[in-house]
């Protein structure tokens, strides 16, 4: 019996070592940023390039989580957020579109929730959380225009469930709700409000760091798929 569960571990340590490291398939992701921020191309030149470019990233992300998640439910709903999130980035290339934006980002993070879950529940989370968004979802709304303030406020709530959850969550998800929250807080009040100082790198940044941590979260203890 020990000769046979001896040779067994052996056997998986071997098949372990001849996977390829699960991390390598996030080079694409690290090339795209870098296409991304060393092109930097103007906000005032909306293109199909552009759009590309900004989203090729999270396409990138996608690819990692198809080759290095398991058949979960949880993963695919992960993936198909970040599908969300890339038509967002899409549709906010164009001001016009922002609203589209705003309504897929806002599926994304509502699938972000249902992918973390309500386990731990860890209510006391919400009065830190409320203390922080309540009060600047209010001086937000004081800039906004009165056609928006619905979706404002309704995009606020998900965002703040999702913080929520990705802290209840805690490990990587935790981290990249937190930075998703930060990049959306500068970008809103970019755009309501008035602009900060290199908003747009502060938004990119960590908004790219957020989406690889969400994923990252999606994939632990998994293995790397061999067919």
Known sequence: ?????????RKVRSSAQ?????????????????????????????SGFSALVKSLPIFCLVLFMRAT????????CLMVALLCSAVGDICLIWPHAFLYGMGAFATAHLLYIWTLGL???????????????????????????????????????????????????GGVAR???????????????????????HARLVVMTTYYAAQLLLAL???????????
């Open 217 to 227: 979260s999606g994939v632990r203890g998994t293995h790397l798929k061999t067919h």
């Open 1 to 9: 019996m020990d000769a046979r569960k001896e040779g067994l571990s």
């Open 119 to 169: 386990a731990p529940l860890r209510p006391g989370l919400l009065l830190p959380i409320g203390l922080f968004s309540v009060p600047y979802s209010a001086l937000l709304l004081l800039h906004v225009p009165p056609d928006m303030v619905f979706p404002v406020m309704a995009y606020a709530v998900i965002l703040a469930a999702m913080l929520w959850r990705g802290l209840a969550r």
């Open 18 to 46: 001849k996977q390829p490291p699960v991390y390598r398939w996030l080079i694409p992701f690290v090339l795209a940023c870098v296409v991304f921020f060393l092109l930097w191309i103007p906000e005032d030149q909306p």
């Open 69 to 76: 998640a398991s058949q979960q439910s949880s993963c695919t």
């Open 175 to 197: 981290w990249g709700a937190l930075l998703f929250v930060v990049s959306d807080s500068v970008l809103a009040w970019t755009t309501f409000a008035r602009p900060l100082p």
